[in-house]
């Protein structure tokens, strides 16, 4: 099963800027990561010029929308939009503790994929600091379902993904795909799995007035004809559910700790995977908070429950 824990909380060794366009806004944004302290969570600082800056914690509780990506805030007020891919990375490599700096209400698209945000964080650094990590620590399963679709928490020693979509359109079909997740995994098997659309959609979302930054250089676009209209193909055979499970990397990072658990879904998605975790979340029966502790000069380690505070991200 290879459990892989840390015992303490990270942060970055110094900043990272990234700059880039909404794949919904089309609009330039510039977003810049800081360095921050234990216990502060990931937390998105607002810095619009002529505006007033305003920060929006990464939790499920921020939540307002799932439409056509992960929305935290209000849709018709401030709000982040796109976080989840930004979220994924930060969930894959580990890392606790961040304020991103943001000039726009959209995370940039980049390349569609995570990749891009693994290399700014690669390069910036990954700094352990002097806390303890907690976990939330899956005690029995907690299930949702609608229509075809399903999502549920088991219990799990590690951190597991297992996902399964299944699309009519043969480009795609039924996919699945399962991993135990760390650094090392995230960066081969998900980081550079980009996001994917059909071209019959686009019309449909300009008019509505999103995809407008959507490109052939940041999405992978499924023609009438069921081909794949970018030249250079796919990265990943699967490429399809690859993304999808970076997207639920994304989404459940919101809860504000890792958690230790399988997580198995069926034709999800982030609508999915926010009542899933809003759901698990809700009963305390359902997990415990968790941390490492070392016995015998660090030969073995156990997690023991801890007392979260009232101010834990999972207190909804």
């Not at 509780?61 to 930060?90: F, I, Q, R």
């Not at 503790?97 to 980049?110: A, K, R, S």
């Not at 305390?284 to 000069?297: K, L």
């Amino acid at each position: 099963m290879g459990i892989h824990l840390h015992d303490y909380q990270t942060t970055l060794k110094s900043r990272a800027t990234l700059s880039g366009v909404g794949v919904h806004s089309g609009k330039p944004v510039t977003l810049h990561f800081l360095p921050a302290d234990a216990d502060t969570g990931i937390v998105f600082h607002h810095v619009g010029e002529g505006e007033a800056t305003r920060d929006l914690r990464a939790l499920v509780s921020e939540v307002g929308s799932t439409d056509l990506c992960t929305m935290l805030g209000d849709p018709a007020g401030y709000h982040v939009a796109t976080v989840e891919h930004v979220m994924g990375a930060l969930f894959g490599l580990g890392i606790d503790n961040l304020i991103i700096e943001i000039d726009g209400n959209e995370v940039p698209i980049l390349d569609g994929s995570a990749i891009r945000f693994v290399e700014a964080i690669d390069q910036a650094g990954i700094e352990t600091l002097s806390a303890k990590r907690r976990y939330v620590r899956i005690l029995k399963p907690v299930r949702i379902e609608a229509g075809a679709s399903w999502a549920e928490f088991r219990p799990y020693a590690g951190t597991r993904f297992e996902v399964e979509i299944d699309f009519e359109n043969p480009a795609i079909g039924r996919q699945s795909f399962a991993a135990d997740v760390n650094p090392d995994m995230f960066r081969t098997e998900i980081a550079r799995a980009r996001t994917f659309g059909f071209m019959k959609d686009v019309e449909r979302l300009w008019a509505a007035g999103y995809a407008l930054g959507s490109s052939l250089e940041n999405s992978v676009v499924i023609g009438d004809d069921s081909r794949i209209i970018n030249v250079e193909g796919l990265r990943y055979p699967n490429e399809f559910v690859r993304h999808k499970t970076l997207d639920a990397m994304g989404d459940l990072s919101l809860a504000g700790a890792r958690f230790i658990g399988c997580f198995r879904s069926y034709r999800g998605g982030h609508r999915m995977n926010a009542a899933a975790l809003r759901r698990l979340l809700s009963d305390r029966s359902a997990f415990e908070i968790v941390e490492t502790t070392r016995r015998e000069r660090g030969r073995s380690a156990e997690m023991i429950a801890v007392n979260a505070p009232v101010y834990a991200p999972w207190v909804l």
